[in-house]
Structure formats: structure tokens, C-alpha cells
């Protein structure tokens, strides 16, 4: 499949050559760890680099599954790496972040989802970079609750789960996620004794209708997530899917004021947004 609509002015961006940019560059290198910002080809990686920030990417850098929008590898991955969350904390520390977030691969070889990895970087975390806040963006765990709450009895911050896509469109482009499985994740997280903040996001361009937006806005406000955001889909590579629509930004502002008067608490919405942009700054808000 191939993109045939050009990309308009405000999609554009450069990478630039600074030295914040290059240092966070160098710390993941060196400690040899992955950011999504690299592998999913966030256009965002400029801006959050450049402020010495990043996602980092855990569990290895292959995914299992098989989205139709996601520029991730997939296939294979290899065994766990026991030592990654010792080198998370570490790369945090070095790079002097008051806010950390963490996501990971799909990895539906493993029983837990990677849920014990995922723990074990947030204790490590609180342990080395004490008053860091954490932000984990995690899979749908195949409804694997067990392993959820491994990760909730460790209270990071924020568990983000994106439902990446709207309802018509999830069987095509998610063939592997269940859409109420999703949902049932964000409640879970939403009714857990603690307070943890719940979180979620999606991409629009994929040829959904106005309608298909709202509905969706509505599902994720009705099992009580609090943050969510909402960005352009820019297609990574030819054989993926393509783009239908670039929407303008004041759709996106349109978009914004919809899902706050829907019931979300803050929301991120625009053309470049992505799950973790200024994840730190919805923090600061509430």
C-alpha cells in the first residue's frame, strides 16, 4: 500500500544536531537500550530529545504482532534481558529525568506479557532515582489480569494503554488486540486501590469518520480513563497502511474540546502528538 496524499507543512519536521540531542542519543547507544521514539520513528523525537527526554523501549525491539500502522519489527524477539531494567535506571540517572516513560513490544510469547520486566524497572527506578515519576505505556497483556496487577502492586504514576484506532477499524489494523479487551484494561486500572493515573491515546487518518472519533471518545471517558491523546497517523513505510486523511489542526482543537467536555481530565491533541508528549506536563497539572 503506498501514500499518495502529500504531507502538509505542518507534519514537517527536522532532526536536529545538538548536543541534548545527540547526549540522549549517546546514552541509549552506550547502554545499549531502545527508545520508541527511534523504532516507531516518532515525529516527536526532535522536540524530546532535543529537551534531553525519551521513551525508552523495553523487552526487546521485535514485536509479535502484526499492526497495520506500526513501523516496529516483527517476528521473533529474543529471550528476556534480565540486566535491561538495571540499565533503565541507569540511563534515567544519567540523563537526569524527573519524569520517566516506559513502554515495550508486544510480547505475546511471553505468559506475563513482559509484566515482570515492566515491575521490576519501576522498582528500580524508585530505588536509584528517587522522586522520578513514572509513566509505563503497556500491551493489552491478552486480558492477562494476573499480570496486570503485577504491575499496578509496584504503582507507577501513570499506566497508559493505547487504544490506537477507532472500534470499525480495530479488526483491520489490530487483528491481534480485542477492543473490549482494551477498554477492560483501562477500567482495571481506573477501579485499582491505589492512584495510579489512567491513560490512553489513538491515531486518526486511517480512513475513520467523524462519528467513529466521538464513539470511541466516549468508550475510553465511559470506563473512567483520565488522560488520553489524540495524533495524526503518518504512514512509516510504504507497505503499511495508508494515510487516508491529514486532519487540520483546528480539527485537532475541536478534537480537544470534545474529549474535555467528554470527561477526560487532560488531553493532548494535534497532529504531531504522540502517547508520551508532554507527558510530564499533564503531571505538573493535576
Not at 38 to 67: M, Y
Not at 85 to 97: D, M, N, S
Not at 114 to 141: H, M, Q, T, W, Y
Not at 206 to 216: A, H, K, Q, R, Y
Request: hydrophobic letters at 35%; aromatic letters at 6%; glycine letters at 6%.
Amino acid at each position: 500500500m503506498r501514500e499518495t496524499r502529500r504531507k502538509p507543512d505542518w507534519l514537517k519536521v527536522r532532526l536536529p544536531n545538538t548536543p541534548e540531542f545527540n547526549r540522549v542519543r549517546a546514552v541509549l547507544a552506550d547502554l545499549q537500550l531502545h527508545s520508541v521514539c527511534q523504532e516507531a520513528r516518532c515525529p516527536n523525537i526532535a522536540e524530546c530529545f532535543h529537551s534531553g527526554t525519551a521513551t525508552f523501549l523495553i523487552l526487546g525491539d521485535i514485536c509479535t504482532r502484526n499492526c497495520g500502522y506500526c513501523n516496529v519489527r516483527r517476528g521473533t524477539p529474543a529471550p528476556l534481558d534480565e540486566e535491561e531494567p538495571e540499565r533503565i535506571a541507569a540511563a534515567v540517572k544519567t540523563l537526569g529525568l524527573s519524569y520517566a516513560v516506559i513502554t515495550s513490544v508486544t510480547r505475546d510469547d511471553l505468559p506475563d506479557g513482559g509484566a515482570k520486566i515492566f515491575a521490576s524497572c519501576i522498582k528500580n527506578l524508585r530505588r536509584d532515582v528517587p522522586g522520578c515519576k513514572v509513566e509505563v505505556l503497556i500491551p493489552d497483556l491478552q486480558g492477562n489480569w494476573n499480570a496486570l496487577d503485577v504491575i499496578m502492586e509496584v504503582q507507577p504514576d501513570v499506566i497508559n494503554h493505547n487504544m490506537e484506532v477507532v472500534k470499525r477499524l480495530f479488526p483491520s489494523l489490530r487483528p491481534r488486540g480485542n477492543y473490549q479487551i482494551s477498554l477492560e484494561l483501562l477500567k482495571r486500572i481506573r477501579e485499582s486501590q491505589g492512584k495510579i493515573v489512567s491513560k490512553s491515546g489513538f491515531m486518526i487518518g486511517f480512513g475513520e469518520g467523524w462519528n467513529d472519533i466521538l464513539d470511541l471518545l466516549r468508550d475510553v471517558a465511559a470506563v473512567g480513563c483520565e488522560r488520553l491523546t489524540i495524533g495524526q497517523y503518518q504512514q512509516p513505510k510504504r507497505e503499511l497502511w495508508p494515510v487516508k486523511k491529514y486532519y487540520h489542526p483546528d480539527e485537532f482543537e475541536t478534537l480537544k474540546r470534545i474529549a474535555s467536555q467528554t470527561g477526560f481530565k487532560h488531553v493532548e491533541s494535534g497532529p504531531l502528538v504522540r502517547s508520551s508528549y508532554h507527558a510530564a506536563r499533564a503531571s505538573k497539572k493535576e
